[in-house]
């Protein structure tokens, strides 16, 4: 189960008191999952953003990489409003859920080998819970890695690249996008185009597992 005052990580633990004294009115605080448990759209972040969750206590609130997400979220159905920018603001998900693969803020938003693998216990509870037919949307290579590792998966058989799809064990799929960050939306690697294919993709997979059941 999610542990708000986890502190298995003791640099990520340290690194976030040190956040907490310079910044007294942020969450700094690993952050919980946002959105329904029997969601049929599970996605995968890396970590929370020292600005964004780490900030505000809510996965891509308040963060640059948030915009694309949580607009593309709106188009396509998945949340009430196309904008996050508290934690408090009403904004809700509809049959989707957002986490992270290391819940806490890591240095230079680079957490360890180690500290993900620590980390995926938390992961391994939410993938554990998901219902046969759910999407799990992997944002970026540590989080489709952190997913496979966490269901004991050979990551070399399985290879990360945008709009790259996997039939996973107990009828889940796993759905991979570039990640919605900064750097990669200015950069026009990753374009609103194709992150709206991804989640129309999302949704042709999440529509097969209900006629097939």
């Known amino acids: 189960m999610f542990d708000p005052d986890c502190r298995l990580c003791p640099r990520l633990a340290t690194f976030l008191d040190d956040v907490k004294v310079d910044n007294p009115d942020y969450h700094a605080r690993p952050v919980a999952p946002f959105g329904p448990k029997k969601a049929q759209l599970l996605i995968v972040g890396l970590a929370p953003g020292m600005h964004g969750a780490n900030a505000t206590g809510r996965p891509f609130t308040g963060d640059h990489s948030g915009l694309l997400l949580y607009q593309t979220l709106y188009d396509f159905g998945f949340s009430n409003k196309p904008v996050s920018e508290s934690i408090n603001d009403g904004l809700k998900l509809k049959n ?118």
């Open 96 to 213: 989707c859920r957002i986490t992270n693969a290391v819940k806490c803020l890591p240095p230079q938003n680079k957490p360890t080998t180690d500290e993900v693998k620590t980390c995926s216990r938390f992961l391994k509870q939410e993938i554990d819970e998901l219902k046969p037919g759910t999407v799990v949307l992997a944002l970026g290579s540590i989080a489709h890695n952190a997913i496979l590792r966490t269901l004991a998966l050979k990551v070399g058989q399985y290879k990360f690249g945008h709009l790259h799809e996997y039939a996973l064990p107990e009828g889940l799929w796993l759905l991979d996008s570039y990640h919605c960050s900064r750097y990669n939306t200015q950069t026009r690697r990753l374009t609103e185009e194709m992150f709206q294919q991804v989640f129309a993709r999302a949704q042709q997979l999440m529509g097969r597992s209900a006629s097939a059941a």
